[in-house]
């Protein structure tokens, strides 16, 4: 079974400082998708980026990139420039390609960003 | 654009009572459906998922069960609650396509359930 491990619970940054989120997962597979989802306080989840597996290049999204390193199983999320607003919950997410794409989270890391 | 409703939004339960969570989407033909619940400082666990009507997986064996009585709706049940039902519950939706365009999910607001 794929197993998703983000062992940061907090982190803290100042506004406009840049920080990484750490996040290793656990699969047999070659092909798959991952995730950073991001949960603010009204609870509702929303994506921030995806990886695919198969593409070497990491992923970015305007402030948000990940360094994505295949053979160590790590997918870690960094956040430049923060602003208030990016204080959060963030879970890493994988899954597997199909017709249903299950998520496995893992445990979150709560971003608390500071003036 | 797509749009996904859940409601009600907080329910307060006492245990033993049933429970009806509902969650439509809309924007999108033949979704699949996902059902995540949320305890208390943790991550999400999938309990159920739909890829067609009338189509259920379970994932965790519960107290809970789940219903697709139309392509755009999900249902999440029980007849009789427990305490440890509590928590938040996310339903969810991606694309029906498999291969490249696969992997994405777009969650609801979630619905805060405490059972007392």
């Known amino acids: 079974a794929q197993t998703v491990t983000q062992s940061q619970p907090e982190m803290s940054v100042q506004e406009a400082e840049t920080v990484t989120l750490s996040c290793t997962y656990d699969?047999?597979?070659?092909?798959?998708?991952l995730f950073w989802y991001k949960q603010p306080p009204s609870r509702q989840m929303i994506l921030v980026i995806r990886?695919?597996?198969?593409?070497?290049q990491n992923a970015t999204e305007n402030r948000f990139s990940v360094n994505f390193q295949k053979a160590a199983k790590s997918f870690s999320l960094k956040i430049s420039d923060s602003q208030l607003g990016d204080a959060a919950m963030y879970f890493c997410?994988?899954?597997?390609?199909?017709?249903?794409?299950?998520?496995?989270f893992g445990t979150g890391t709560r971003l608390q960003v500071t003036l | 654009s797509q749009t996904i409703h859940q409601w009600p939004a907080t329910l307060v339960q006492p245990v033993g009572s049933p429970l009806s969570l509902e969650c439509t989407v809309e924007?999108?033909?033949?979704?699949?459906l996902y059902w995540y619940r949320q305890a208390a400082g943790r991550g999400l666990q999938l309990l159920f998922y739909?890829?067609?009507?009338?189509?259920i997986s379970s994932e965790v064996p519960q107290n809970l069960s789940a219903s697709r009585p139309q392509d755009r709706q999900f249902i999440l049940s029980s007849k009789k609650l427990l305490l440890s039902d509590s928590g938040f519950y996310l339903c969810?939706?991606?694309?029906?396509?498999?291969?490249?365009?696969?992997?994405?999910?777009?969650f609801g607001p979630g619905t805060r359930l405490t059972v007392t």
């Open positions: 969810a939706w991606s694309s029906p396509l498999s291969g490249r365009a696969a992997g994405e999910q777009y």
């Open positions: 990886q695919e597996a198969y593409k070497q």
């Open positions: 997410a994988y899954a597997l390609p199909g017709t249903a794409s299950k998520l496995t």
């Open positions: 739909s890829v067609g009507i009338g189509q």
């Open positions: 924007g999108t033909s033949n979704p699949n």
């Open positions: 699969t047999s597979e070659s092909d798959y998708y």
